[in-house]
């Protein structure tokens, strides 16, 4: 499965109205932490393939969604299922901290 690129256009389509849970990535080129979690969305998009979706919204040029969802800080990763943010976590994780993220809530 491979990692589907967000925007403030294709948003609702891509994780609001999508029955599978969606794992959104927000970050932005400039973000250094962003870049570390990049290879852990391809490796969450495989691994759990068929139970979740995994999508990056980059910060800067979708500013709708990023308001909207209240960004912080980057990296943000956003759990959403059924149109809804069940789990939400800040800054950059190891493999094993983004698997147990991901285990506790799907």
Not at 40 to 53: F, P, Q, V
Not at 83 to 98: D, F, I, N, S, T
Request: net charge negative.
């Amino acid at each position: 499965m491979t990692v589907a690129e967000l925007t403030d256009a294709n948003f609702q389509a891509e994780v609001l109205v999508v029955a599978t849970p969606v794992l959104v990535d927000v970050w932005a080129n400039w973000c250094g932490p962003c870049r570390l979690m990049a290879p852990l969305m391809n490796w969450a998009a495989t691994e759990y393939d068929g139970r979740l979706k995994v999508g990056k919204l980059e910060a800067d040029p979708n500013p709708t969604s990023r308001d909207t969802y209240r960004i912080q800080g980057l990296p943000t990763l956003i759990l959403f299922r059924a149109g809804q943010e069940v789990a939400r976590h800040e800054g950059a994780m190891a493999k094993p901290q983004l698997q147990a993220f991901l285990d506790a809530h799907l």
